[in-house]
């Protein structure tokens, strides 16, 4: 029987165990090739929502107001071509613009340039008894107001009246104080725009009472 030498047998061992490894390297995958090959995808998440600044808020609301549908408030009887049906009184603000709006049905509206305001006035029976009152007093001055299609805001310390019927928007401007010290039908309608203010504010703070 021919010799073997310890060390032939520990070569042998080790080329064994090489040729092994070497046939089972290609198709392992260490931790360092995990993931590779696939796609990598975010988390899935909602668009952001995006939120309209105050002024583009105020001025589609300002827009759908002069625009108001007369057919959707519901009034009994036909409406005569030169009836009222609606009135904005706008007051230019330090920095802003204040716009109430009125409806022949008893609906309010006050919005700000800036951001802010209420709606939803004809809820409230004092509200709706002083729109309605608003809008009537709005047809004494309808004979000095001029027809326009142009709808400007207005300057600061002036205060313009945009009056809706149905042959067409009427509109006037006078200044705030020159409202405060006559006893002219313009005035009576700037106090009766007041008067509508005052009391959505009043309907406001029973609500959050």
């Known amino acids: 029987m021919r010799h073997i ?4 047998l520990i070569l042998v061992a080790v080329l064994v165990f090489v040729l092994w490894y070497m046939k089972r390297k290609p198709g392992q995958k260490g931790p360092a090739m995990a993931g590779l090959g696939r796609e990598s995808r975010p988390a899935a998440t ?8 105050p002024e583009e808020i105020y001025m589609n609301l300002r827009q759908e107001a002069l625009q108001k549908n007369p057919h959707s408030l519901g009034l009994p009887g036909e409406l005569k071509a030169e009836e009222p ?6 007051m230019g603000i330090p920095s802003s613009v204040v716009t109430l709006a009125c409806f022949a ?6 919005y700000y340039k800036t951001g ?3 709606k939803g006035g004809v809820a409230h029976e004092n509200v ?5 009152e608003f809008i009537s007093l709005s047809q004494k001055v309808l004979p000095r107001m001029i027809k326009t299609s142009a709808h400007p805001l207005p300057d600061v310390e002036k205060v313009r009246f945009y009056v809706l019927t149905l042959k067409g928007t009427f509109t006037t401007e006078a200044h705030r104080q020159a409202l405060g010290g006559t006893q002219s039908d313009l005035s009576a309608l700037f106090y009766s725009g007041q008067e509508v203010v005052a009391q959505m504010r009043q309907a406001q703070e029973q609500k959050a009472g």
């Open 128 to 132: 709706r008894k002083a729109a309605k």
């Open 46 to 53: 909602r668009p952001a929502k995006v939120e309209q600044p």
């Open 85 to 90: 049906y609606g009135v904005l009184m706008e």
């Open 5 to 8: 030498h310890p060390i032939q």
């Open 105 to 110: 049905d008893g609906d309010a509206g006050i």
């Open 116 to 118: 802010g305001g209420m």
